[in-house]
T-cell receptor, first 109, second 117 residues
Framework: GQNIDQPTEMTATEGAIVQINCTYQ??????LFWYQQHAGEAPTFLSY??LDGLEEKGRFSSFLSRSKGYSYLLLKELQMKDSASYLC??????????WGAGTKLIIKP | GAVVSQHPSRVICKSGTSVKIECRSL??????MFWYRQFPKQSLMLMAT?????????EQGVEKDKFLINHASLTLSTLTVTSAHPEDSSFYIC?????????????FGPGTRLTVT
């Protein structure tokens, strides 16, 4: 089967750094996406990785290791508005997105 | 760019009635649109993939006669929930794929909250 695993919930402090991990097993691989979803809203695109390595975009970075079936999303200088769910999704050989259950990130002052 | 709209944002209907949800790509042409459902505290569940001008491809367990999808143009796809029941109450989200199959980022609409009483 295909599955995406990520922690259910994480807590971090404002101004700190947090790393959200994602491991995957899919039928084929055509890239990995990270999305942010605030409660009651639709997901918004954060990052896309298809090659191994680190992609940096402002306070957010995403890392991919295809051989390990592993990715992480790194959030720096955390702000209260970063409190949200973070969804990991993998595009499989049919270009379908397989979604993780999401990681709820709670930021404390 | 790459804006997707959904209408309505919220709808309340009585059990047994049908509800239509529209998904539009405002500034690009979307050959492929996706319909998702999301229950509280759960992840997105893909319901169907909609390609312009052809029949939608439904995921296993999704009743195609209950969830009618029409993708008549490159900028509009509709989802009709027929004979809605309280268990159909959910957050329905559409997305559109930008570009060809080798560039497959999906942009999401704002979602439609359906409540069936």
């Amino acid at each position: 089967g295909q599955n995406i695993d990520q922690p259910t919930e994480m807590t971090a402090t404002e101004g700190a750094i947090v790393q959200i991990n994602c491991t995957y097993q899919t039928s084929g691989f055509n890239g990995l996406f990270w999305y942010q979803q605030h409660a009651g809203e639709a997901p918004t695109f954060l990052s896309y990785n298809v090659l191994d390595g680190l992609e940096e975009k402002g306070r957010f970075s995403s890392f991919l290791s295809r051989s390990k079936g592993y990715s992480y999303l790194l959030l720096k200088e955390l702000q209260m508005k970063d409190s949200a769910s973070y969804l990991c999704a993998v595009s499989n050989s049919n270009y379908q997105l397989i979604w993780g259950a999401g990681t709820k990130l709670i930021i404390k002052p | 760019g790459a804006v997707v709209s959904q209408h309505p944002s919220r709808v309340i209907c009585k059990s047994g009635t049908s509800v239509k949800i529209e998904c539009r790509s405002l500034d690009f042409q979307a050959t492929t649109m996706f319909w998702y459902r999301q229950f509280p505290k759960q992840s997105l569940m893909l319901m169907a993939t909609s390609n312009e001008g052809s029949k939608a491809t439904y995921e296993q367990g999704v009743e195609k006669d209950k969830f009618l999808i029409n993708h008549a143009s490159l900028t509009l796809s509709t989802l009709t929930v027929t004979s809605a029941h309280p268990e159909d109450s959910s957050f329905y989200i559409c997305s559109a794929r930008v570009g060809g199959q080798d560039y497959h980022e999906q942009y999401f609409g704002p979602g439609t909250r359906l409540t069936v009483t």
